[in-house]
């Protein structure tokens, strides 16, 4: 049996979007891949059970 992708929108804050952009201009990956990298480590962190509060408490891992 195969898992069919499911389609999952996020709402990101303007503080954040902002944050991500500075981050962008300052490295080399492009907004969309931060906005990928956080996304995905925002879902580790529900996965792992902790409820978070403030969007903008999740680390980026700039090594991805």
């Known amino acids: 049996m195969i898992e069919q992708d499911k389609i999952i ?3 990101i804050s303007s ?3 902002k944050k991500l952009k ?4 300052n490295s080399k990956l492009s907004l969309s891949k931060l906005i990928r ?3 995905e480590n925002y879902i ?3 996965e792992s059970g902790k409820t978070l509060e403030l969007v903008e408490t999740i680390k980026i891992d700039m090594k991805k």
Request: proline fraction near 0%.
């Open 15 to 17: 503080k954040t979007l």
């Open 37 to 39: 990298i956080f996304i």
């Open 44 to 46: 580790k962190e529900l």
């Open 22 to 25: 500075e981050i962008s201009k």
């Open 9 to 11: 929108t996020f709402k």
